[in-house]
């Protein structure tokens, strides 16, 4: 029986993964705070108060995407634009395009945006992406009751995650305004963070 669970388990980790469908974008719109992540290599390693911020753009169909968090007492932050890889289907399947470096936007860096999983209210999200090296788990608040981050780990585990990887993300309660912390206006974060700093 062990042998054929993990014989499931090599499956899911190498097939498709269940992705929401119907996504309310509207709702889902507004900001999200990371609870824990496997993060991206633009991330900076020691960043804190991660979060997201999501608005719809009057086409109804383009996200405005600005992330932010916090590195050595200053403010991080990178904006781009989300939009859905295929505006034929009701799949949570998003793309999600950067420039890099922020501050000479010649480089568009486009990734994958997967909704895995928002709850009823839209509250908390499980966010990946096909080749599974990156997870997010967002949260409307600052904190997560942890038997939902249980579940959520779970959930990313059915989907074929390693959730060892998984990072907890520092946050602060009340977050900090986006203007109470100067900010890296010339993009040295995102050369840290190359070499993993």
């Known amino acids: 029986m062990a042998a054929a669970a993990a014989e499931g388990a090599a499956k899911k ?5 269940t992705v929401v469908r119907g996504l309310d974008v509207a709702r889902y719109m507004g900001r999200w705070y990371e609870i824990a992540s496997v993060p991206s290599f633009f991330q900076p390693r020691d960043g804190r108060n991660t979060r997201a911020t999501y608005a719809l753009l009057e086409d109804g169909a383009t996200v405005h995407v600005l992330n932010e968090t916090w590195s050595k007492g200053k403010r991080d ?4 634009t989300a939009y859905k890889a295929d505006p034929g289907s009701d ?8 420039y890099l ?17 928002v709850d009823a209210d839209y509250q908390y999200a499980l966010v990946g992406e096909p080749r599974r090296k990156n997870l997010w788990i967002l949260c ?24 060892s990887k998984l990072h907890r993300t520092p946050q602060d309660d ?20 190359l070499f993993g700093k």
């Open 13 to 17: 980790s190498g097939g498709e993964m």
């Open 77 to 80: 932050y990178i904006e781009g």
């Open 91 to 98: 799949e949570a399947k998003l793309k999600v395009k950067f």
């Open 101 to 117: 470096p922020p501050f000479l936007p010649i480089i568009p860096v486009v990734g994958d945006y997967w909704v895995l999983y």
């Open 140 to 163: 409307r608040k600052t904190s997560i009751d942890e038997e939902v981050y249980s579940q959520l780990l779970e959930r990313a585990r059915e989907e074929g995650y390693d959730v």
């Open 174 to 193: 009340p977050p900090p305004e986006s203007d109470a912390a100067p900010t890296d206006t010339k993009g040295v974060w995102w050369f840290k963070s």
